[in-house]
């Protein structure tokens, strides 16, 4: 049997702001292909974890190591995304080739090909001429999709990407994380949907500015590990410089 790859290693990280620290003593490592919810209350540092691994925040203490191989995607939370930019659909849609083409390169009919294959596949056909400042909370996030499509890595990271969406675009867009696990992709998400995780996700990392449970997912939202994670957010002080963790 082939051994199973690591995607991402956590060693002894701490990251944070200002020398305050927003997630701290996570150590351990996501194997590949892993599909992975994050949770915690409000304030926990889950998308601070996410910007560690995608490299637009320096970890204060410790490392995260990616497997060399490791192409990142990565869907930010709604809110951190300019809507007001003059930009059609297909032109969000088709920056998933920067990665390969530049920002610069040309588009190839294959591309073209590609590009409207994603977007088939999130139901936005027909949509490709409509500024991104038209459209729905759901489509607009179908449309990112479509964009995490056509990056094509083996590593996807989503911050809250079921916030505030319809229903049936969630189903749809689920579908999609399924067909990227069947895939052998690593999948992490930051979701607060715990009845979601419980149904899709198999593996979960509950954290409140430091790991609380991480592990198969039924273990780790037991209802004691959830109220440990809360009260341990409520007593956190935001001023606390950073804690060295002692070496034995």
């Not at 200002?18 to 997630?23: E, F, G, I, K, S």
């Not at 956190?236 to 002692?246: G, L, N, S, V």
């Amino acid at each position: 049997m082939k051994p199973i790859s690591t995607a991402i290693r956590f060693d002894e990280v701490t990251l944070g702001y200002d020398r305050r620290p927003a997630v701290h003593h996570l150590d351990g490592e996501i194997p590949s292909g892993s599909l992975m919810a994050v949770v915690g209350p409000n304030g926990a540092g889950k998308s601070t974890l996410l910007k560690g691994i995608v490299g637009t925040l320096t970890p204060l203490e410790g490392r995260i190591r990616l497997d060399g191989a490791c192409g990142i995607a990565y869907l930010p939370q709604a809110a951190e995304i300019d809507r007001s930019f003059p930009l059609s659909v297909y032109d969000l849609v088709a920056m998933g080739l920067w990665s390969r083409s530049g920002l610069f390169g040309g588009i190839s009919r294959h591309d073209r090909t590609r590009i409207e294959q994603a977007l088939a596949a999130v139901g936005l056909l027909g949509f490709e001429r409509r500024p991104i400042s038209t459209l729905s909370g759901g489509q607009m996030q179908r449309a990112l999709f479509a964009r995490l499509l056509l990056q094509d890595a083996p590593v996807i990271l989503l911050d809250e990407p079921f916030t505030a969406i319809d229903a049936k675009t969630t189903a749809d867009l689920l579908d999609l994380v399924r067909r990227w696990h069947d895939e052998s992709r690593t999948v992490v998400a930051v979701l607060h949907d715990l009845d979601m995780v419980r149904r899709t996700f198999p593996q979960t990392l509950l954290i409140a500015r430091e790991p609380v449970a991480w592990g198969e997912t039924e273990t780790v939202l037991q209802p004691e590990n959830l109220l440990k994670a809360r009260r341990m957010v409520e007593a956190y002080d935001p001023h606390a410089d950073i804690c060295h963790r002692k070496v034995a």
